[in-house]
């Protein structure tokens, strides 16, 4: 069986250096290569402008190293204990998004974890950019990594629960079986969520707030059934199923705030009339916005398949 490869890719950013986190406890539960891989960008070189000098990357890479002891060795960090292979890989391009890009694919890499703010020497993954366009063209699963409290360091290396949105969607039950894998990989707790966006019939104009449920007194159980027939063979007992009607993003990121999730895994392109779960919609909005990490899974031609 093929050693899984991890893509840590790093623009030296505290943000980037967040990240360091997770990708060195999933490397280390999925007995993974961890590759560290730094785009050079020749444009974002300036002459004229010695604060534009790019750093000297050994001295930056041997920090990260230092970091990654540190962590493995100090036992209030969440890492645990092990070896994990270390590969440190630098790249020029004139476009750090395409060459991550290239570099996924041509590695037949399985999961990459990049933060979403970083703003180090080069300013290179910025959302909107670079960790934008990995999240559109990437045939791997993107752990996306925020600013803000990080639950992993709380819970010593654990995601305690993992939220799994789906729409019923081909893509959807992919990403649901990510999540199922991590949860059992992590013995998490697993949360599945379906929102929709209702279309209020006449009886909803004369409720003052109306609920799904208020409108659709069946909607719950037609629901739970529509699920079990879209993931019955592959959904674990343990599996919560929680539905909520809104507009989805601000609905999953609500739950996720009132109910301690620590993970988000989700679909990159969904089905259905609002196309809500296609990037540039719920999931890029998610991503933004979300307080904690969130995990996009792609939806895999054959040649690539999922976990």
Sequence with gaps: MKKMRFLFPTDFSSASSKALDHALV???????ELIMLHVEVPHAHDPNNPLKEFPDLDELFAFIRQQVEGRVEDD???????TTPIREEVRRNISDANEILDFIEQEKIDLVIMGTHGRGVLKQFVLGSTTEKVVRGSLAPVLTIHKGEDLLITNQGNYKRILAPVDFSDASRESLQLAINLSKKFSSELIVIH??????????FFSEKPTAAEIDPDLTKRSEEALHHFAGDILPDYAQFKLRSGQVQRQLTDFVNKNEVDLIVIANQGWNAMDRFLIGGTTEKLIR?????????PFAPEEHPPW
């Design 26 to 32: 999933l490397a280390h539960k999925y007995d993974a």
């Design 76 to 82: 209030d960090l969440p890492v645990i204990k092990g």
């Design 195 to 204: 929102v929709f966006e209702p279309v209020l019939s006449s009886p909803g």
């Design 289 to 297: 916005n979300s307080p904690v990490p969130v995990m996009v899974k």
